[in-house]
């Protein structure tokens, strides 16, 4: 293809295409609304009483079934935690999207709103990230223009790509409707002394899903005491619309019920809502390819909802795009 491919989205579905296809000698182009890449394996930086905090608040670990993203992981520098089976990122998550991208170049903070053009000859219309905000029409500000593009490959949550795709592939808009993810609400607390709690905690049927010491992972500050502690779907439903200044005093009363002492309270607290988060419905196809518009999908949302099952969908796109 003389043309490169666009890709939306610079999560690890987005990288694994775009790695497959520039592998094989294919242009690509990779827009991401984020600053940094790496969509929900995402680390939330904090300053606070002079400190400067770290929490992996998406993606908890990685674990590789398959051949593929064992090396990824491998390539990215990933270290065990909290045993020999699971990986996390050093010094954070979001270093393993940084480290797998290398050098490849992609353009930060523009959210892609609508796909123009025709096949073979796509444009992306792109507005400044801070603009757009979830559910509302997309800005009245003139966007931006890039392409043309062979190809265009989505690479993000499936309600989020069906926004983007429009009328431009109706198959594709169709089959991205039975995929469906729960939310997850996002508690970061970092206290001045150790919890007499376990590193991690996943209780069945509670309000918390998942709670960790994000400090005591690999390389990182091992003085700080930073928990990362994930409601369930359930709960997280519940109080979806909640403020985020009203989600952690719940959770961190929820936590403080597997401390046989009373818990001291954080220095700081906030909350982040994932409105995307663990799959419920996958579509069971490794990835969508329209041969005849040239658009296609790929994501967790496909196969998995875990992070390698973007990364095998992404690799399943790039060598649709490339037969
Ligand atoms: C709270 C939470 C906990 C998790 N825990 C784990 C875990 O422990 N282990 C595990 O394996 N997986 C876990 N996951 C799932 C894992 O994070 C995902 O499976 C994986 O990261 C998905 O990658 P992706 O590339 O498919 O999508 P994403 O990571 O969502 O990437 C999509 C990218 O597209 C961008 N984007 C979206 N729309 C636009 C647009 N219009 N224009 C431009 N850019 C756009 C986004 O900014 C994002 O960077 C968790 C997820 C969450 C949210």
Same mark, same amino acid.
């Given at each position: 293809m003389a043309l490169p491919v666009a890709i939306i989205g610079a999560g690890l579905a987005g990288i694994s295409a775009a790695r497959a296809l520039i592998a094989r000698g294919q242009a690509v182009q990779i827009f991401d609304k984020g600053r940094g890449p790496g969509g929900r394996l995402a680390t939330r930086r904090i300053e606070?009483? *002079?400190?400067?905090?770290?929490?992996?608040h998406g993606a908890q670990y990685l674990r590789a079934e398959g051949a593929g993203f064992a090396a990824a992981l491998a390539e990215a520098g990933t270290a065990p935690w909290p045993d020999t089976q699971r990986r996390v990122g050093v010094p954070s998550m979001s270093a393993v999207p940084r480290a797998l991208l290398g050098d490849i170049s992609w353009?930060? !903070?523009?959210?892609?709103?609508?796909?123009?053009?025709h096949p073979g000859a796509w444009m992306l219309r792109h507005w400044d990230a801070r603009l757009v905000r979830p559910g509302e029409p997309l800005p009245a500000s003139a966007p931006e223009e890039a392409g043309p593009f062979a190809a265009v490959l989505l690479t993000m949550p499936a309600i989020q790509a069906r926004e983007v795709l429009g009328h431009n592939a109706? !198959?594709?808009?169709?089959? %991205?409707? $039975?995929? #469906?993810? &729960?939310?997850?609400?996002?508690?970061m607390a970092a206290f001045n002394a150790p919890l007499p709690? /376990?590193?991690?905690?996943? /209780?069945?049927?509670? $309000?918390i899903g998942w709670a960790a010491r994000d400090s005591s992972k690999p390389g990182r500050e091992a003085a700080q005491e930073n928990w990362v502690?994930?409601? *369930?779907? &359930?709960?997280?439903?519940?109080?979806?619309?909640? !403020?985020?200044?009203?989600? $952690?005093?719940?959770?961190?009363t929820a936590l403080a019920g597997f401390s046989a $002492?009373? %818990?001291?309270? /954080?220095?700081m607290a906030v909350a982040h809502r994932w409105r995307y !988060? %663990?799959?419920?419905?996958?579509?069971g196809e490794p990835c %969508?390819?329209?041969?005849?518009? #040239?658009?296609?999908?790929?994501?967790?949302?496909?196969?998995?909802?875990?992070a390698e099952a973007a990364w095998d969908s992404g690799a399943a796109l790039a060598a649709r795009v490339l037969a």
């Open positions: 606070a009483e *002079g400190r400067k905090l770290q929490f992996d353009v930060a !903070s523009r959210h892609v709103g609508q796909i123009t053009g109706p !198959s594709l808009h169709d089959a %991205l409707g $039975a995929i #469906r993810y &729960a939310p997850c609400w996002t508690v709690l /376990p590193q991690t905690l996943r /209780p069945e049927a509670h $309000a502690i994930q409601a *369930g779907p &359930a709960w997280t439903r519940a109080h979806l619309e909640l !403020s985020a200044e009203d989600i $952690a005093a719940p959770l961190l $002492a009373p %818990l001291p309270a /954080p220095f !988060s %663990l799959l419920e419905a996958p579509l %969508l390819w329209d041969n005849t518009v #040239r658009i296609g999908y790929a994501s967790d949302g496909c196969i998995g909802g875990r």
